[in-house]
């Protein structure tokens, strides 16, 4: 059971996670139609969210503890096929975000697409597996 007072964190984290796939897919929109500005913005936007995400993830986790996934059978084996990449992938993205705006922001645009190619696939998976984690834990299989 959560406490009253955290219950908030799970949905919270989700709608981060979601805001910034979409700020991601809006980015990779805008630099397509080479409007570097909106890019930017949509990328920095998408920075600031997932940070917001990962102090609130941390601060819930630092307080609440583990939250045990209670579907069984097939689902069970589902959860963990995305749970497993999905955190080892979030541990991996954490730097290459870094050096992608980095080196965006410091107008090296030939290493920072070269490096782009890796980060932004990366990043959305790990943004959309978060929101489905989200639903599969808390609202498909939920704690009473």
């Known amino acids: 059971m959560i406490p009253e007072q955290y ?39 998408a920075v600031i969210a997932s940070t917001l995400f990962l102090l609130c993830y941390l601060y819930f986790h630092a307080h609440v503890g583990n ?21 080892t992938l979030a541990i991996v993205i954490v730097p290459m975000v870094i050096v992608t ?21 990366l990043w959305m998976y790990v943004s959309v597996t978060g929101v489905i984690v989200y639903f599969m834990l808390y609202r498909w299989f939920p704690h009473s």
Do not use: E, K
């Open 67 to 87: 939250i045990v996934f209670l579907g069984q059978g097939v689902w069970r084996a589902v959860y963990f096929a995305v749970l497993i990449p999905h955190v």
């Open 101 to 121: 705006l980095s080196r965006g922001l410091r107008a090296r645009y030939d290493r920072h697409r070269a490096i782009a190619r890796w980060t932004w696939p």
């Open 7 to 45: 219950a908030y964190f799970p949905a919270l984290n989700a709608s981060l996670n979601g805001t910034s796939a979409a700020l991601l897919l809006a980015g990779r929109y805008m630099i397509a139609r080479g409007r570097v500005a909106a890019h930017r913005a949509c990328m920095i936007a």
